[in-house]
């Protein structure tokens, strides 16, 4: 089975639409979401989509109760897990999900999964401990980088892939650092988000 991995939307509609395209191209047929919806529109698109989509929380997801509200509805298509980490099972592979890296790599070592999913530090990464892949898809709103990437996973063959996505926007500012310095407002710098 083909899995697309995403994270970090950051309410970035265009990008999340070009990834929902994208994805037909590749017979994808779960969507996991490592979390950072920042608001329920971005739930409602993900609840739509034609392909089942499993999410976590995080850091940066808005309205929790609006968005778990939108997974319960009737015609969703979005499943929502109630804590910032999951063992999934996807065809006799046990995965590991969580949007911090620095569960990933213990849960890795431990021989107890086949592939781990993580997010948070913007750095797309495939890579292995033992027999344990570890993907990090990096992020569909490009705010980071400029560039919006996801990832796509085989549950066949137990190897992961990146895809970069054509035509993407980015928020990013190339003022910004220079806004903050100069600004009269002090911005805090947070011990776990490096932006």
Known sequence: ???????????????????LKEIENHDIKKIIFLGDFINNGIAKMLAACEVPVYAIWWNNDGDRVAITKTSFTKWSNLEVWFDTFDMIEI??????????????RPMAKSWDFDAVFYWHDHIYNIDQINDCLIVD????????TNVATFAIYDSETNKAEIIKIK???SVQ??????FKEKSWIEFSESKTHKY
Do not use: C, G, Q
Not at 91 to 104: D, G, S
Not at 137 to 144: G, L, N, T, V
Not at 173 to 178: C, G, L, R, S, Y
């Open 1 to 19: 089975m083909k899995v697309a991995i995403i994270s970090d939307i950051h309410e970035n509609v265009l990008n999340l639409t070009l990834f």
């Open 91 to 104: 065809e006799n592979r046990k995965i590991f999900i969580t949007h911090y890296p620095m569960l990933a």
């Open 137 to 144: 898809p990096w992020e569909i709103s490009a705010h980071k």
């Open 167 to 169: 035509w993407t926007i």
């Open 173 to 178: 500012a190339k003022d910004e650092k220079t």
